[in-house]
């Protein structure tokens, strides 16, 4: 086994990882840095295991930052009479609420309005309290309250925003909302504190084989070039939209099936919709969730095919158009687009089925051996990523000879949580002993857990970090200085857009602080003058090609256009060859990657399949 983890994901421990990686055998090697593949790692390593974990982006980058973040059974399967799959995710809900990450999850209500008389509260009611009960997990109390109905007048009170005419009464009820991006940051950094050897912007590129087993993978380091080989007895695959490429590098068909499907994200600020609640409204085909989230309402989402780029899907104007036109059924003075602060798309990974309907496919998980030394997991949601992991852990134990313990993930709080609770009750103090404000405190506690003490050393060390950042006000300069340090930040966008979320949360989206916190990830990233240039450069192109992708009316006009803007570090096209710049990506492109790759970017030459290993070719 490996010891000596720590939690702090710096540059230094990247390079320490790799270099590990790259030396010694592990026991299991997992693909992709999403909640699965986070969380695979986290249940593997607490079983004993030496495992590893590599991302070919950055950790939480595809859909795992870009959730509806809400931890939750889902009201809407419950009317499917998905029964079991609802009692599941809500017996996750309670351990992740009270015991795994307490700081980043917690309770929100939503009001659920009434548009007919009697049968609907009768019918919803019945539903509702449901819910309610199969919320009482086992061996947990509920942690939330249970719904209560309203009268129209209550209603109106809770939500001022909604238009008299537009319900006839309502319900509250409560379910539970999480930071979906830092929660992965969180998984990762507790798996290297058991020992798990994390690495991002570290692409799998083909498999290592013994006849027909699977022995390790073949990896490019994409900020160096440097290709590895990584042996490893079981390697999971966890990457989500991009499980059938990972499938089709160990040749034939796949024995898993994943569709994607796009949903998009409206992010307006607190004061355009009057409401103490969330709300949650039907749809012709789904729900629409008004979220409360900080300053801001997260309004999503759809739920459209999508067979173009799985990097950066792009939100289009019809699906904006799409989302305004829904809540504007029930709000008293109608959102614009003028409102929209911020706008995010993130990609399903639907096991395929037989439905042509993206919003009927499966959201449960499988998991499948394709061959000896491969397991693939995918599908699932957010909130059951735990029980995915144990599940796809124990498919590895099958394969490693002698006796693998059982998961204890439910035991396992993340980096962070342990003794929360306490620490939270303690903010006045802490604001005393630290000279901030005590509501700084609170979004400190709410985004770093205990080990705020770290963040208040940093401060401590240099009190210039106590500062807010110049345009995005809500959050501290040692936010970004900490992001480097300890959260596995490596670029511009990295912190803009998943260790804080400045991206979507200013209306402009970020371009305005975007040098002040170049310049502070500038000292512990060690760049220069050129590559802090380079980084803005990046940003300002990638928002700009973002906004305009927002306006084009089709997918395939806001794709092309979204695929106009280089990413900053380029991943490799199905681990072949540089992917296609703008005009020439195909549906299902690995990424884009536009112009000419960055300094870092690997070359041609040392990308050639060898003899024995696999890749799409063989
Ligand atoms: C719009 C929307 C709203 C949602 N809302 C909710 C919600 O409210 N609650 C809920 O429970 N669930 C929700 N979900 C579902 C949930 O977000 C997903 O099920 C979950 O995030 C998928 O995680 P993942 O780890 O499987 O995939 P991902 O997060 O996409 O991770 C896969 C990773 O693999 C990496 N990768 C790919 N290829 C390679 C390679 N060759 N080498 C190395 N790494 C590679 C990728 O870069 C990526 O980071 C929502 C999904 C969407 C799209």
């Known amino acids: 086994m490996i010891t000596g983890g720590s939690n702090k994901l710096g540059p230094d421990q990247r390079a320490a990882a790799l270099s590990a990686l790259a030396r010694q055998e592990l026991q299991v090697l997992v ?3 999403g909640v699965v593949g986070a969380g695979t790692a986290l249940d593997a390593v607490t079983r004993g295991l030496s495992t590893g974990l590599v991302e070919a982006r950055d950790f939480a980058s595809g859909t795992s930052s870009r959730s509806s973040k809400l931890i939750h059974g889902g009201l809407r399967y419950l009317e499917q009479l998905d029964i079991g799959l609802v009692r599941e995710a809500l017996t996750e809900r309670a351990l992740l609420l009270q015991r795994i990450a307490p700081h980043l999850i917690k309770p929100v209500s939503f009001l659920f309005p009434f548009t007919h008389y009697g049968w609907e509260r009768a019918y919803i009611g019945a539903g509702v309290s449901m819910y309610d009960l199969l919320g009482v997990a086992r061996g947990q109390v509920r942690g939330l309250p249970v ?3 309203l009268t129209r007048s209550r209603a109106l009170r809770l939500a001022p925003a909604l238009r008299k005419s537009a319900l006839t009464g309502a319900l509250l009820y409560w379910d ?16 290297s504190a058991y020992g798990a050897r994390v690495a991002s912007r570290t692409q799998v590129t083909g498999f290592l084989r013994e006849g027909e087993r699977v022995t390790g993978v073949r990896a490019v380091d994409l900020e160096s070039g440097t290709e590895l080989l990584i042996r490893a007895q079981q ?4 990457t989500g939209v991009w499980t059938d490429e990972i499938q089709a590098m160990v040749g034939g068909r796949g024995s898993i099936n994943v569709r994607a499907s796009k949903g998009i994200h409206l992010v307006v600020p607190r004061d355009r919709i009057q409401s103490h609640t969330g709300i949650i409204l039907r749809t012709p085909t789904s729900v629409l969730f008004v979220i409360p989230w900080g300053r801001h309402w997260i309004i999503g989402t759809t739920d459209t095919a999508w067979a173009l780029s799985k990097a950066h899907p792009a939100a ?9 036109g829904q809540i504007n059924k029930v709000l008293a003075v109608p959102l614009t687009h003028d409102d929209v602060e911020g706008v995010y798309a993130g990609l399903r990974p639907l096991l395929a089925g037989e439905s042509d309907s993206t919003s009927k496919l499966s959201r449960e998980h499988t ?8 397991v693939m997991i995918a599908g699932g949601k957010y909130t059951t990523y735990r029980l995915m992991a144990m599940d796809a852990v124990d498919a590895v134990a099958h394969g490693l000879d002698g006796k693998v313990a059982p998961s204890c993930t439910d035991l396992v709080p993340l980096a962070g949580a342990d003794g929360f609770p306490a620490l939270w009750n303690s903010r006045a103090a802490l604001a005393k002993s630290s000279g901030l404000h ?4 609170e979004h400190l506690l709410r985004r770093y857990g205990t080990l705020i003490g770290e963040v208040l050393a940093l401060i401590a060390a240099d009190p210039s970090l106590a500062r807010p950042i110049k345009g995005a006000e809500d959050y501290l300069r040692v936010e970004v200085v900490y992001a480097v340090t300890h959260e ?3 670029h511009l966008n990295d912190v803009l857009t998943r260790r804080t979320h400045i991206s979507i949360e200013t209306w402009d989206r970020g371009v305005s602080a975007a040098d002040e916190v170049a310049e502070l990830m500038a000292g512990p990233m060690k760049w220069r003058a050129k590559q802090v240039a380079r980084e803005l450069e990046n940003y300002r192109v990638e928002i700009a090609a973002e906004r305009k992708s927002q306006e084009a009316d089709t997918d395939t006009d806001a794709d092309a256009i979204r695929l106009g803007a280089p990413e900053i570090v380029p991943v490799l096209s199905n681990g072949l060859a540089p992917a296609p710049g703008p005009g020439g990506s195909r549906p299902g492109d690995a990424g884009p990657a536009s112009g000419a790759p960055g300094p870092g970017a690997p070359s041609p030459g040392r990308r050639g399949a060898r003899a024995g290993e696999g890749g799409p070719g063989d």
């Open 438 to 441: 005590v509501a700084r405190i």
């Open 488 to 490: 596995g930040a490596r």
């Open 31 to 33: 693909v992709g840095g």
């Open 235 to 238: 390697v999971v695959n966890a």
């Open 316 to 324: 289009s104007r019809t699906d904006i158009d799409y989302i305004l």
């Open 367 to 374: 998991v499948a051996h394709p061959v000896p030394g491969l």
């Open 176 to 191: 539970a909302q999480v930071d979906d991006a830092r929660y992965v940051v969180d998984l990762v950094r507790t798996a």
């Open 147 to 149: 719904h209560r109905q």
